[in-house]
Structures are given as structure tokens and as C-alpha cells.
């Protein structure tokens, strides 16, 4: 069923019938294909990360980061709980994973390489698996809309090939995204709280050694932006 909802978003179909379902949402507004991205950097034994959609992260704004204006609304109907190594010197590029990919941690870690990853390289890429061991709570203005839905299901590894193409995490835009149901109405001056929990544990150990390095969780909403969107909710 799942694939069958990823199809239909990669041929068009789903994705027409989500635009008309906006239109109707929002009329006489021009909604426009487009997508969220929110990032918070992962730290050992933190277990709630928190996302708005709105607030840059506290840690520094990301290049890579697309968030909602509060004057404009944004209908969702995919979502992608992702990973991303940075770079903080080449923050906007990283490849942007569907699952933790130890040859990219690898590269995190001080005396580590895809090919002869670390002792703490390993520990951190085994540890970061308890983020799909997770759940998460969706709340927009006073209703919720996911209670407890499990990050499991976003949990994607694609098919690979050998090589240079073993490193990466996805071969298109849509691999670690879920078709979501309800499909989600984000309004900007409405209060949306995303909060994903995982579980932490004593030993857990997931900052990379090296410095120039953080572990990012990324939240992808992909679907429909309505600019003035905000106003049109009110009427």
C-alpha cells in the first residue's frame, strides 16, 4: 500500500489530486509545489527534539533549511525523518540520508574512512539506530495529529550499487519519504509543533570526535505552499 502511495507521488497522480484537495482548501490561491526542512543537531542521551517549521535552529540557521513564513500555509502529504553528517564547513554539502549509512558517519569520526570506519564510528552508527526505534507527536493549533506514530516506517535503504554509489543514501527525491494520512495543513500563524522522541540510553554515544562534524536529524515535508495562505485560513 505504501508503495503503491509513493508511486502514485513519483507518476503525479497523487500529488494532483492532494493540489485539487489544497485548491479546495484555499480558494482562489496559486499553490505552489514546494517542500519544509527542518534541522536539529543530535546529541548523546537528548531524547525530544522539537520542530515548528518556523523557528530556526537554536544551534544556528541552516543554509539548507526551507521554513514556513508566518504569513503563508503549506499542505503536506509526504514526510521524511532523514539524517545528515555535516560539515560545518561545507554546511549546505552533505548528502541527505534515509538511514544511517556508517559509510558516510565514518567520515565524521577523527582516524575513519568509509572503508576502515572507527571504533567510535561504528558505535555511533549502531547507536543512531534508536532513532528509528521512535515515535512522534504531531500538533497543529489545538488538535493533534499523529499520537505516537512510529519513526520505524521511516526508516528507507535503497537499492545500492557498488562503488562511489554505495555512499549515497538515496537514489531520488521520494526514497525516506512516507505518504502520510491524514495529509497535514501547516498554517504559519498557527502554533505547529512536531515532536519526535527517541529512546536514550547510558552509553549512547553519537557526536562525532571530530569537531568539524555534527549529526543532523531533518524533517521533510514535501507537498504544496500557499503564499498568504495564512490570511485564507482565516476566513
Known amino acids: 500500500m505504501l508503495q503503491d502511495e509513493i508511486s502514485g507521488i513519483r507518476n503525479g497522480t497523487r500529488n ?35 520542530f515548528d517549521f ?10 539548507t533549511e526551507m521554513l514556513l513564513a508566518v504569513t503563508d500555509s503549506f499542505g503536506a502529504n509526504t514526510l521524511m525523518l532523514g539524517l545528515v553528517v555535516r560539515n560545518k564547513n561545507k554546511p549546505s554539502a552533505n548528502v541527505l540520508l534515509s538511514y544511517p549509512n556508517l559509510e558516510v558517519i565514518a567520515s565524521a569520526f577523527n582516524n575513519s574512512t568509509a572503508d576502515t570506519p572507527s571504533a567510535a564510528a561504528k ?21 493533534t495529529i499523529f499520537d ?24 531520488d527525491y521520494l526514497d525516506g519519504a512516507v505518504a502520510i494520512e491524514p495529509q497535514i495543513f501547516l498554517v504559519g500563524t498557527e502554533a505547529n509543533k512536531l515532536t519526535v522522541t527517541i529512546p536514550t540510553f547510558n552509553s549512547m554515544s553519537i557526536e562525532p570526535d571530530n569537531t568539524d562534524y555534527e549529526l543532523v536529524l531533518c524533517v521533510v515535508a514535501s507537498g504544496f505552499r500557499v503564499q498568504g495562505g495564512s490570511d485564507l485560513a482565516r476566513r
Open 123 to 143: 558505535v555511533a552508527g549502531s547507536d543512531i539506530e534508536t532513532l528509528y526505534n521512535g515515535s512522534l507527536i504531531l500538533q497543529i493549533g489545538p488538535g
Open 148 to 171: 505516537g506514530l512510529d519513526t520505524r516506517r521511516f526508516r528507507h535503504v535503497p537499492i545500492t550499487q557498488q562503488g562511489v554509489f554505495a555512499s549515497k543514501a538515496a537514489s
Open 16 to 50: 494532483r489530486a492532494w493540489l485539487e484537495e489544497v485548491r479546495r482548501k484555499f480558494p482562489n490561491s496559486q499553490p505552489s509545489l514546494g517542500s519544509l526542512r527542518q534541522e536539529r543537531v543530535l546529541k548523546n542521551n537528548q531524547s525530544t527534539y522539537v
Open 54 to 63: 518556523k523557528t530556526p535552529d537554536p544551534t544556528g540557521h541552516s543554509t
